[in-house]
């Protein structure tokens, strides 16, 4: 009698209208992928945890209940499992608040994980040491679920005012000493090219041409009649002069 007394409650409220019935988990859509960077110098890089500079925090709220509450950091890799939300299953209304954390999240090493949540990943337990500080909400939304319709249960992740994750620092080259086989040859100093002395003009006599040589050789000489002439007026004047 008293198991009947106990159960009729039970199975009543059950069957009430508006009862809500065990929580259903329900994937965030839309958050950000953040994949594992790599610091430190080229010859000794350290693998280190992706996610957000500053995580999100995301409250749901049944009048002034908190009804769930998380840290969201951003996924690892595209096939990790989503971020998820737990929600009754009934015919409700709440309050959703997206608000980012004030404190920067330092990366964490990345260790043997891969960030699957599927094959134990560690998600919640980075979220346990992270401290987010006073959180700014910068978006509002409503969510009204309905009974036996897990899509009324979905949420999109909205971006947050400061969106960027982690990236990987540009690794840094080792100084390495002079003369050390892998250093690199020092500069020399290519001297500036210095005008040469001006080449020695030699100067070619000119050679006269055939021709000009054929003129200078024939250049007009007393005719023979003219130098007879001549020597025919010497001799009268010699016969001319009268003997003493």
């Known amino acids: ?14 069957a009430a209208p508006g009862c809500s019935g065990p929580p259903v988990p329900t994937p965030i859509d839309g958050e950000p992928v953040c994949h594992d960077v790599e ?30 509450k998380t840290t969201l950091q951003g996924l690892r890799t595209e096939g990790e499992r989503k971020s998820q939300i737990l929600l ?3 015919n409700e209304e709440y309050a959703v608040e997206w608000a980012q954390c004030e404190n920067e999240q330092a990366p ?10 599927k094959k134990g990943g560690d998600r919640g337990g980075e979220a346990a040491h992270y401290e987010c500080g006073n959180a700014a909400v910068y978006k509002t939304d409503s969510l009204a679920t309905k009974k036996h319709d897990p899509a ?15 990236a990987s620092e ?14 690199p040859a020092a500069p020399t100093t290519t001297p500036s090219a210095t005008p040469s002395a001006s080449p020695s003009v030699t100067t ?14 024939l250049a007009p000489s007393a005719s023979p009649k003219a130098s007879g002439s001549a020597a025919a007026g010497s001799a009268s004047a010699t016969a001319a002069s009268p003997r003493r």
């Open 170 to 183: 540009a690794p840094a080259t080792p100084a390495m000493p002079s003369g050390s086989p892998g250093a």
């Open 204 to 217: 070619t006599p000119e050679v006269p041409s055939p021709s000009a040589s054929s003129s200078a050789g």
């Open 39 to 68: 610091v430190g110098a080229a010859n000794a890089r350290t693998k280190m945890r992706g996610g957000l500079k500053f995580p999100v925090s995301l409250t749901i709220k049944q009048g002034k209940t908190v009804v769930f």
């Open 152 to 166: 009324s249960h979905a949420l999109k992740f909205p971006a947050p005012p400061k969106a960027e994750c982690w």
């Open 88 to 90: 009754p299953d009934g």
């Open 108 to 117: 964490r090493p990345a260790g043997g994980g891969d960030g699957n949540k």
């Open 1 to 14: 009698m008293l198991t009947a007394v106990v159960a009729l409650p039970l199975v009543a409220a059950l």
